[in-house]
């Protein structure tokens, strides 16, 4: 298994662009997160959605973000128009069940920059 | 409010040597509490996982005791090498709620 896929690894992009991140869980992981890590927060949980679904986006800072997960094998996470302030590694993690209990999986994370 | 605080912040080390991270919360009631290590420029990797009735749980030279009647937790790193060189995250698990992170600290091993 080849664990969480996320592309890109690192992206910089102008303020006002639109930015996709993207990731693909492991198959047969029926939970998704996104994550965002900043050196001031720590790691942060923008949404996750269980079976495709969103169940909790009560993390995502306002609504220049948006979420998707049009299937199982993949979801993206997009920001539109994106601020400079948005700069920050944003996580992808799937697992198994809503809860911590049987471990997450984290991608390597798309390094964001935004100048 | 659920909170995880991690000490030290940061800590230098010489091969070799042992060390322990500590990890306090006021997470109540919890499912598990873990302990990743995550690489520069990696995602984080569990290392252990203790649900709130165990005391200790080891992976190799990792070794992690919970004491529940203090919310706390601490991860002993025996015979530090250069590759334990990582932050180390505290993560409690409410019962039915979102994930609780510590800061992490930061280790450098040094040769």
């Known amino acids: 298994d080849a664990g969480v896929i996320q592309s890109p690894r690192h992206e910089v992009t102008e303020m006002g662009q639109e930015v996709t991140l993207r990731c693909k869980p492991i198959?047969?992981?029926?939970?998704l997160f996104w994550y965002r890590q900043t050196m001031m927060r720590g790691l942060e949980l923008l949404i996750y959605?269980?079976?495709?679904?969103?169940?909790?986006d009560s993390g995502m800072p306002e609504d220049r973000f948006s979420a998707k997960m049009p299937n199982a094998s993949f979801s993206t996470l997009k920001i539109q128009p994106s601020e400079p302030r948005d700069s920050a590694v944003y996580f992808c993690?799937?697992?198994?069940?809503?809860?911590?209990?049987?471990?997450?999986?984290f991608g390597s994370g798309t390094r964001l920059t935004v100048v | 409010k659920n909170q995880v605080e991690q000490s030290p912040q940061s800590l230098i080390i010489l091969e070799g040597k042992n060390c322990t991270l500590q990890?306090?919360?006021?997470?109540?009631?919890?499912?598990?509490l873990r302990w990743y290590k995550q690489d520069t420029g990696r995602g984080p990797v569990s290392l252990t996982i203790m649900t709130f009735s165990e005391n200790t749980k080891s992976n190799g030279r990792y070794t992690a005791t919970l004491d529940a009647d203090t919310k706390q937790s601490s991860l002993h790193i025996t015979a530090s090498q250069l590759s334990d060189s990582a932050s180390y995250i505290c993560v409690v698990t409410p019962y039915g709620n979102k994930l609780v992170f510590g800061a992490g600290t930061i280790l450098r091993v040094k040769s």
């Open positions: 198959s047969g992981h029926n939970s």
């Open positions: 993690a799937s697992s198994l069940g809503r809860q911590n209990n049987y471990g997450y999986t």
């Open positions: 959605f269980n079976n495709n679904v969103p169940i909790d």
């Open positions: 990890c306090n919360y006021t997470v109540s009631p919890f499912s598990n």
